[in-house]
Nanobody, 126 residues
Framework: VQLQASGGGLVQAGGSLRLSCTAS????????MGWFRQAPGQEREFVAS????????VYADSVKGRFTISRDNAKNTVYLQLNSLKPEDAAVYYC????????????????????WGRGTQVTVSS
């Protein structure tokens, strides 16, 4: 499955952004989706994951309560709402997909995802 992320940009600290990631396949609902991020000089880190039906979500502690992952399977799209942004949230954000049908699973490890989109840059000014 091919993934295309969008929605990044420059925002002031405390502001909000909504990232989108659209998949090329109609079988999108069979995939667990995840968001990861990578800042310069740092390793890629987990941000959030959502099960294929959207019933289960999981977040990194650093974003819990500020970010929300959701999906619209009719539109083959997963979203990441970023609120109360901090300068340390600045990074390239990547979406990823893993085929998990028929299970409802979330996954935190980047090694568990076999499909990756190009990233979208989020910059937060202080």
């Amino acid at each position: 499955v091919q993934l295309q992320a969008s929605g990044g940009g420059l925002v002031q600290a405390g502001g909000s952004l909504r990232l989108s990631c659209t998949a090329s396949e109609r079988s999108f609902s069979r995939y667990t989706m995840g968001w990861f991020r990578q800042a310069p000089g740092q390793e890629r880190e987990f941000v959030a994951s959502i099960s294929r039906g959207g019933r289960t979500t999981v977040y990194a502690d650093s974003v819990k309560g500020r970010f929300t992952i959701s999906r619209d399977n009719a539109k083959n799209t997963v979203y990441l709402q970023l609120n109360s942004l901090k300068p340390e949230d600045a990074a390239v954000y990547y979406c990823a997909a893993h085929f998990t049908y028929p299970h409802e699973l979330t996954m935190r490890g980047d090694w568990e995802y076999e499909n990756w989109g190009r990233g979208t840059q989020v910059t937060v000014s202080s």
